[in-house]
């Protein structure tokens, strides 16, 4: 049986994915109130629209919901917007850590040197810091992405 795993976290790609979402939702039952109260003038002015948004939002959540990073037996995928960029065998991870700056990711240093940044899933940011047992949870990614036992 395959060993199998995903992180998932709040990342710069999948944070825009997730406003352009909200964005077409609230849109769109904008303008589905707006057809309760004039049913009479749902033309193609109000369809197309209505239409849009709907898609917007799905796109939006789905594509949100697509960034993770995945730990398949012992390849890590790095995964944005359901699409894999990145496959990294796991053997070859010599160190994990958490980038510095505004925006936290996970980087991976290979037995070559290389440095691989993951997109797809980053440690919890700001308000997550604030909750107990979020240390433990981002030191559990680290471990899992090192190839260790996260408990």
Known sequence: MSERARLRGATLVAGPLFVIGLMGASFAIALGLWALWHPGSLGA???VPFGVAVVAG?????GSRGCYVEL???ELRDVVGWIPVQRIDRRRVTEARVR????RWFELELDDGSLHTLLGSSPAQFPMHLLP???A???GDLAMLRGQDPS
């Open 58 to 62: 799905v796109v939006g959540f789905v």
């Open 137 to 139: 949870r981002d030191l």
């Open 133 to 135: 047992g979020s240390d």
């Open 100 to 103: 510095l700056g505004v925006w």
């Open 72 to 74: 398949v037996d012992d």
């Open 45 to 47: 002015s109000f369809w």
